[in-house]
């Protein structure tokens, strides 16, 4: 009897690990491994650098997006110390963000922007959406 109950209790336990472990795997096969962390400063000079470069900014242009680069991402960092935010709020600040941008571009440069950002989303791997 208490051979059989000794067995039983070792299929359910192996069996508990297993659906615990399955369950862990397909979250984060489905990308549930939390948010993605904010760039860090050198990051965050290149990613400037690089739209510096791809718009023929002017070096006032360049240091104010750089400005804006580093309050989004302060800001963006603040929320998600704050707790987890909606992907509505990150929407909202990432459009208020670029519009904050635009402004400070030329007509053509705002193209540009726009052709820029498109290639940088298309590059991105994609999460799939719920």
């Given at each position: 009897?208490?051979?059989?109950f000794?067995?039983?209790a070792s299929?359910?336990?192996v069996s508990?690990?297993i659906?615990i472990?399955?369950?862990?795997l397909?979250?984060?096969q489905?990308?549930q491994?939390g948010?993605?962390?904010?760039p860090?400063?050198d990051q965050?000079?290149?990613?400037?650098?690089d739209l510096?470069q791809?718009?023929?900014?002017?070096?006032?242009?360049?240091?104010?997006?750089?400005?804006?680069?580093f309050?989004?991402?302060e800001e963006?960092?603040k929320k998600?110390?704050?707790?987890?935010?909606?992907r509505?709020?990150?929407?909202s600040?990432k459009t208020?963000f670029?519009?904050?941008v635009k402004?400070l571009?030329?007509?053509?440069q705002?193209?540009?922007?726009?052709?820029y950002?498109?290639k940088?989303?298309?590059?991105r791997?994609q999460?799939?959406k719920?």
């Amino acid at each position: 009897m208490k051979r059989k109950f000794k067995n039983l209790a070792s299929i359910m336990l192996v069996s508990m690990i297993i659906l615990i472990s399955g369950n862990s795997l397909q979250a984060q096969q489905r990308g549930q491994q939390g948010p993605p962390t904010t760039p860090s400063d050198d990051q965050i000079e290149k990613m400037v650098e690089d739209l510096a470069q791809a718009l023929s900014l002017t070096d006032e242009q360049e240091k104010l997006v750089s400005e804006k680069y580093f309050a989004h991402f302060e800001e963006v960092e603040k929320k998600m110390k704050a707790g987890r935010p909606s992907r509505k709020d990150m929407e909202s600040m990432k459009t208020d963000f670029e519009k904050e941008v635009k402004l400070l571009l030329t007509d053509d440069q705002k193209k540009l922007y726009d052709a820029y950002k498109k290639k940088q989303n298309q590059s991105r791997p994609q999460r799939r959406k719920k």
